[in-house]
């Protein structure tokens, strides 16, 4: 069932919060397991959670950004930052969190950077493009804070399952398929091959 218009606008808006949220934990897992104190931790948290939105909005001409313009977005990276530090060792019992939470915010972060794209009239390659830019964007910055080559930059199968995600979410608009099952389409599309390839050891080649 399609949405309203009301709700078609506001689903990049859900996502964002819901990405900003889940790449938040992502980045504070990572800084407890570095054992960052609870600044470090804060600051992780905030950058993963917001870099990737922040590069999207300006890229496109959408300032000031969302995250300086909604509290909303630095209220739930902070919350995420917090429930890292304090409930790490409930989170840890997931197998592989900090894999499983980064894909996740992939598929959301690859979905709702294309479909705002697709909102400020960019053709459905740049939108694709912005998609990818935001899914990956907080996880780059992160993974620098810690003095790690960024996981896009690696043989991991990443940027590519970003790249289907917002090409799910970018054709079906094209083809005016339900922008919700689209959407959900995207973000499961995205997390499963970005898991898979983790389990199954799955590589970019690489030079010889």
């Given at each position: 069932?399609?949405?309203?218009?009301?709700?078609?606008?506001?689903?990049?808006?859900?996502?964002?919060?819901?990405?900003?949220?889940?790449?938040?934990?992502?980045?504070?897992?990572?800084?407890?397991?570095?054992?960052?104190?609870?600044?470090?931790?804060?600051?992780?948290?905030?950058?993963?959670?917001?870099?990737?939105?922040?590069?999207?909005?300006?890229?496109?001409?959408?300032t000031p950004v969302?995250?300086?313009?909604?509290?909303?977005?630095?209220?739930?990276?902070?919350?995420?930052?917090?429930?890292?530090?304090?409930?790490?060792?409930?989170?840890?019992?997931?197998?592989?969190?900090?894999?499983?939470?980064?894909?996740?915010?992939?598929?959301?972060?690859?979905?709702?950077?294309?479909?705002?794209?697709?909102?400020?009239?960019?053709g459905p390659v740049?939108?694709?493009?912005?998609?990818?830019?935001?899914?990956?964007?907080?996880?780059?910055?992160?993974?620098?804070?810690?003095?790690?080559?960024?996981?896009?930059?690696?043989?991991?199968?990443?940027?590519?399952?970003?790249?289907?995600?917002?090409?799910?979410?970018?054709?079906?608009?094209?083809?005016?398929?339900?922008?919700?099952?689209?959407?959900?389409?995207?973000?499961?599309?995205?997390?499963?091959?970005?898991?898979?390839?983790?389990?199954?050891?799955?590589?970019?080649?690489?030079?010889?």
């Open positions: 069932m399609e949405l309203p218009p009301f709700a078609l606008s506001a689903l990049p808006l859900w996502l964002d919060l819901i990405g900003t949220f889940v790449f938040g934990l992502s980045g504070g897992m990572l800084a407890v397991r570095r054992q960052l104190d609870l600044f470090g931790v804060m600051v992780l948290s905030v950058a993963a959670a917001t870099a990737g939105g922040v590069i999207r909005d300006m890229a496109i001409g959408d969302a995250m300086l313009r909604d509290n909303r977005y630095l209220a739930l990276a902070v919350a995420a930052g917090l429930v890292a530090f304090l409930a790490h060792r409930q989170v840890e019992r997931l197998n592989k969190p900090v894999m499983l939470l980064d894909a996740l915010g992939l598929g959301v972060f690859a979905v709702s950077g294309s479909q705002k794209a697709l909102m400020f009239g960019l740049q939108a694709c493009l912005l998609g990818v830019l935001t899914a990956v964007g907080g996880g780059a910055v992160r993974d620098l804070l810690v003095a790690e080559v960024p996981r896009v930059l690696r043989e991991e199968v990443y940027a590519v399952a970003a790249i289907l995600g917002a090409a799910v979410a970018v054709g079906g608009t094209a083809l005016d398929l339900p922008v919700l099952v689209t959407a959900t389409a995207g973000v499961l599309l995205t997390f499963v091959v970005r898991v898979l390839s983790v389990r199954l050891g799955l590589r970019i080649p690489r030079a010889r």
